[in-house]
């Protein structure tokens, strides 16, 4: 079975500045999506970046990018110059890209809360 | 376009008692799921549909029922609450699977005492 791991429950960054926060995962497949996810306060689920592992080339959108690294399991994500409203809770998902039904369930980390200091 | 919608947003619950959670999305996506979040952890998959009058069961659909008349409605059914069931609740919808993005309601926050 697929498992995701993110070993940082917390980070912080100051205003303006770059974070990183980590996710690794486990899986036998060759043909997966990666994503990552933000949960402010308000609860609601936004997805942010995803990744297709057959692209070598790492997904960028505006401030945020990752750091797709299939041979090492590794799916970082890069925060570019902070803003407040970044703060909230990161989850890395996994999703499988073969089969249907359940296979295709989103397959979460624990998170990682993001504070922002001004 | 609403996206998805769910209700209600908070509900306390005694043990023993039932209720249903709405979820209704109006972008006709054929697939729909429902997770359940606990204090400090990712979502996991309670349930699923493919389409209407197809469901099936996630990784913890133990205490759960759902049901899928139409393609825009997806509740789920609890029966005989337990406090084990607090936690909460987000329902999410696609195209198919596969590539395209899940798009999440804003969750229902149940607790049962």
């Known amino acids: 079975a697929q498992t995701v791991t993110q070993s940082q429950p917390e980070m912080s960054v100051q205003e303006a500045e770059t974070v990183t926060l980590s996710c690794t995962y486990d899986t036998s497949e060759s043909d997966y999506y990666l994503f990552w996810y933000k949960q402010p306060p308000s609860r609601q689920m936004i997805l942010v970046i995803r990744?297709?592992?057959?692209?070598?080339q790492n997904a960028t959108e505006n401030r945020f990018s990752v750091n797709f690294q299939k041979a090492a399991k590794s799916f970082s994500l890069k925060i570019s110059d902070s803003q407040l409203g970044d703060a909230a809770m990161y989850f890395c998902a996994y999703r499988s890209a073969t089969g249907g039904g359940a296979t295709n369930k989103l397959i979460f980390g624990t998170g990682t809360l993001l504070a922002v200091q001004p | 376009n609403a996206g998805v919608t769910q209700t209600p947003k908070f509900r306390i619950l005694k043990i023993g008692q039932s209720m249903t959670l709405q979820c209704t999305q109006d972008?006709?996506?054929?697939?729909m799921y429902w997770y359940r979040q606990d204090p400090g952890m990712g979502l996991k998959l309670i349930y699923y549909?493919?389409?209407?009058?197809?469901?099936d069961k996630g990784e913890v659909p133990n205490g759960y029922n759902v049901s899928r008349s139409t393609t825009e409605d997806f509740p789920l059914r609890l029966e005989l609450a337990a406090p084990s069931q607090t936690s909460v609740y987000f329902c999410a919808s696609s195209y198919q699977a596969l590539y395209n993005e899940q798009f999440f309601g804003p969750g229902t926050r149940l607790t049962v005492l």
């Open positions: 990744q297709e592992a057959y692209k070598q």
């Open positions: 549909s493919v389409g209407a009058g197809i469901t």
């Open positions: 972008m006709n996506h054929n697939y």
